[in-house]
């Protein structure tokens, strides 16, 4: 494929120079520079001018890759992204940088590239404020607003929006664990899984909460941290008074209070107010542990017995004795402990906590 020809036309641009086979090509085009974006994506909320980069915007969001490169495989969502990607291949790298001597094939990607030099991130998510150098990082970070997860795994069915993150969970089915720990033995099946239990040998925390200072080892306990935080919880039940951040969250709490129970198991017969309960009780008869802790590798059924779990990890008590004030990690620990004040003082103490 030529990449250095140019079609001979008379349509060309006054703004920029670009030229155009077609006069009607131009005007679309003239409409980009006019700044009128009338076509507004339905997931991201990103505009477009013309109606067929908008379609080919949502080829993104459903993860079709048509345009594969024959040299090296790789897929991409447009033609015009191929064919850029094929300069790379026939040496086409005329643009380079005074900084650090890389070079580029377009004079757009050696401007987004300088941008990172001096610290200038000019891609914003106007969902959370998060800034980005390059336009690509900002389409990836969308897809997590979205939620969307076009990549699932075939033995477990668990979904994943990139797919290099469900070749790297696919590693955990195979059981190979080439990350080994220097000091302890213990090996894992990822890097990240080694690093943050490393951190743990060190003692280092370097995952601070803004509000209250309090720091973890991990981003993801972090996050589950920050959720006390933020959470405002304005729906509330009429019943027994417990409060939740969504509508979803009391109207399947609702549920609870029903007699119904529309899901039942197949093989022991035990009936669930939610679908979630019984697709979790299922995995207990198969055996299925689809949570798993990076620190330690123990698995569980439950996503929220995992959560219970990393607060032993994490030094996180937050069940405290109201009788003397000793905090524990876990509510049945805290019990056990109050029985034996019980049993001091040769008397029935009501086996309460509070949680700080």
């Known amino acids: 494929m030529d990449y250095t020809g140019a079609a001979i036309t008379n349509n060309e641009c006054d703004v920029c120079g670009k030229a155009f086979a077609r006069k009607k090509s131009l005007k679309l085009h003239m409409v980009m520079h006019a700044g009128l974006r009338n076509h507004t994506c339905d997931i991201c909320g990103k505009a477009f001018a013309r109606k067929k980069s908008l379609k080919l915007h949502m080829v993104m969001h459903a993860g079709l890759r048509n345009h594969s490169c024959d040299v090296c495989a790789k897929t991409f969502t447009q033609k015009g992204h191929l064919d850029r990607h094929m300069k790379m291949h026939v040496g086409f790298r005329k643009l380079t940088c005074d900084v650090c001597a890389k070079t580029f094939t377009r004079k757009g990607s050696l401007n987004c590239h300088m941008n990172m030099h001096v610290g200038i991130k000019n891609y914003k998510c106007f969902i959370c404020g998060k800034e980005f150098f390059h336009e690509s990082t900002l389409k990836s970070h969308m897809?997590?607003?979205?939620?969307?997860?076009?990549?699932?795994?075939?033995?477990?069915g668990k979904e994943f929006r990139r797919k290099s993150n469900l070749n790297t969970h696919?590693?955990?089915?195979?059981?190979?664990?080439?990350?080994?720990?220097?000091?302890?033995?213990?090996?894992?099946?990822?890097?990240?899984?080694l690093k943050y239990h490393m951190d743990m040998h060190a003692g280092v925390k370097n995952h601070k909460c803004g509000i209250c200072l309090k720091t973890f080892f991990q981003k993801g306990t972090l996050k589950q941290h920050m959720e006390i935080h933020v959470a405002v919880k304005n729906y509330k039940c009429g019943i027994c008074g417990k409060a939740f951040t969504h509508m979803s969250g009391l109207t399947a709490h609702m549920h609870l209070h029903s007699?119904?129970?529309?899901?039942?198991?197949d093989i022991c017969g035990m009936e669930f107010h939610k679908k979630h309960n019984l697709e979790y009780h299922m995995n207990r008869h198969a055996g299925v542990k689809?949570?798993?802790?990076?620190?330690?590798?123990?698995?569980?059924?439950?996503?929220?017995?995992?959560?219970?779990?990393?607060?032993?990890?994490?030094?996180?008590?937050?069940?405290?004795?109201?009788?003397?004030?000793?905090?524990?990690?876990?509510?049945?620990?805290?019990?056990?402990?109050?029985?034996?004040?019980?049993?001091?003082?040769?008397?029935?103490?009501?086996?309460?906590?509070?949680?700080?």
């Open 290 to 356: 689809n949570h798993k802790c990076e620190v330690c590798g123990k698995a569980f059924v439950q996503k929220s017995k995992l959560k219970r779990h990393m607060e032993l990890h994490e030094g996180v008590k937050n069940h405290k004795c109201y009788i003397c004030g000793k905090s524990y990690a876990r509510k049945d620990s805290v019990k056990s402990h109050v029985d034996k004040h019980a049993d001091i003082i040769g008397g029935c103490i009501p086996t309460k906590s509070t949680k700080k």
């Open 170 to 193: 696919l590693t955990t089915h195979v059981g190979i664990k080439n990350h080994e720990c220097d000091i302890c033995g213990k090996r894992f099946t990822h890097s990240s899984g």
């Open 143 to 156: 897809i997590m607003h979205a939620d969307i997860k076009n990549f699932t795994c075939d033995m477990c």
């Open 259 to 265: 007699d119904t129970k529309k899901h039942k198991c």
